[in-house]
């Protein structure tokens, strides 16, 4: 069990159904987030096994604010390792991505190899024979600190935690099912990009369950009734909450009704669109399900948006902002064509486009309204006050409130 929360933050007595405005915005209550959360009992996702495919690749990404290095070493097994040099707490790795035999910090140039073992220690005896290490160091004493990995459908998994539970029994069979539907036919990375929110990390992954905004503030999407609440749908949760899919079908199981995009019109006024190509797609899975939200805690998420497939990581930067990592991606199997219209809906969706765009917005706002009068709080009531899956659509609060589960459970509340 977590040990009881240390902070000044009272919760109110309703559950996780009421949030207060001061976990938004409390450093103390931050710190404590890093400690408890990211270096707690969870698995992380740090990145793709593409970006590391030959020995010597490695990229530089966070687990909540701690930077890390993940790496293909030298007998092609990857590796996830703290980004900071034994000897003075310099980063070793300062590029984005690369490819080394060796890690190298160049503060004083310790060296280690791709498991983080110290190699050598620039004049570590000294200069004739004057100064250096003392006698009694040991270089195997001072290697980097190497976390527990694991690799599934090529997503990269790290833990600072020797207790949690191997990756697909923490994350549970109906998430892994999803995993491996909309990534298990491999991963062909079409692009990547990021996007600063002016907000804390906590608000985005609430807005990545919250089904209930999606037909009210993406109004292109309800406009051309590519999601709408009254489309058939759900919410699954993990066994704890802790993991959430908001899911919708197809309204008609008719192809070409569903996915021609010149018959697209707006559902008032006659609208089209001059560009009909902008939501041109094809039925990608038999299950007829065109969209599929998928976070495990507590900040990645699986994306399936008509054809667009995408990885979001949210990057806590400290308590006021985040920064919202991006890989999309196709299939082995896809034509120039279908690879196109991935493109073209991701750029839609994404920072640039329709739906991400205004995430990221209402995000700051809530940041800004909720800074002071913390003794207030939010309202996550729609759909009741539990955190249990509903079939029955998806105007509920209910994966929100799962979120806040794990969270309570994790800080000790």
């Not at 409390?26 to 990145?47: A, H, K, L, M, T």
């Not at 008609?252 to 939501?279: C, I």
């Not at 969706?349 to 995000?363: L, N, R």
Request: proline share 4%; net charge negative.
């Amino acid at each position: 069990m977590a040990e009881s929360n240390t902070q000044k933050i009272e919760w109110p007595n309703d559950g996780v159904s009421r949030i207060p405005y001061k976990i938004y915005t409390d450093p103390d209550n931050y710190d404590d987030e890093q400690r408890r959360i990211f270096r707690g009992p969870i698995w992380s996702f740090v990145g793709t096994d593409q970006e590391v495919s030959k020995p010597g690749d490695f990229i530089t990404t966070y687990i909540g604010d701690t930077p890390v290095i993940v790496l293909r070493d030298l007998e092609r097994k990857v590796q996830v390792i703290v980004n900071r040099c034994s000897h003075r707490g310099n980063l070793i790795c300062i590029k984005r991505e690369g490819n080394s035999e060796e890690l190298t910090c160049v503060y004083h140039n310790w060296r280690y190899d791709l498991q983080g073992n110290l190699k050598s220690v620039a004049f570590g005896k000294g200069v004739g024979r004057k100064g250096g290490m003392p006698d009694d160091f040991n270089r195997e004493d001072h290697g980097l600190q190497r976390l527990r990995v694991a690799v599934y459908q090529g997503l990269i998994f790290a833990t600072f935690s020797d207790d949690v539970a191997p990756l697909t029994d923490w994350l549970g069979d109906e998430m892994v099912e999803n995993i491996d539907r909309v990534v298990g036919r491999g991963m062909v990375l079409l692009g990547t990009y990021s996007q600063y929110m002016p907000n804390n990390w906590k608000l985005y992954m609430e807005n990545v369950r919250d089904s209930y905004h999606a037909s009210i503030l993406h109004m292109f999407q309800a406009t051309f009734r590519i999601n709408r609440l009254s489309m058939k749908g759900g919410i699954k949760l993990s066994d704890n909450g802790w993991h959430h899919i908001s899911y919708s079908i197809a309204e008609t199981d008719r192809e070409e009704d569903q996915y021609d995009a010149k018959k697209l019109r707006a559902v008032k006024d006659g609208y089209t669109l001059a560009d009909p190509t902008l939501v041109k797609g094809w039925r990608e899975f038999e299950c007829g399900t065109t969209l599929a939200i998928q976070s495990t805690y507590p900040n990645f998420v699986v994306q399936q948006i008509s054809n667009s497939l995408a990885l979001r990581l949210c990057l806590p930067k400290g308590p006021e902002e985040c920064e919202l990592l991006w890989w999309v991606f196709g299939t082995p199997e896809d034509t120039n064509e279908q690879q196109e219209i991935r493109i073209k809906q991701s750029n839609m969706i994404g920072p640039g486009g329709v739906i991400s765009m205004e995430d990221g917005v209402v995000g700051g706002w809530i940041q800004r309204g909720t800074k002071r009068d913390h003794e207030k709080t939010t309202i996550v009531q729609m759909g009741g006050r539990d955190v249990a899956p509903s079939a029955e659509g998806r105007a509920t609060e209910v994966s929100i409130r799962g979120f806040w589960q794990g969270y309570r459970d994790c800080m000790g509340f």
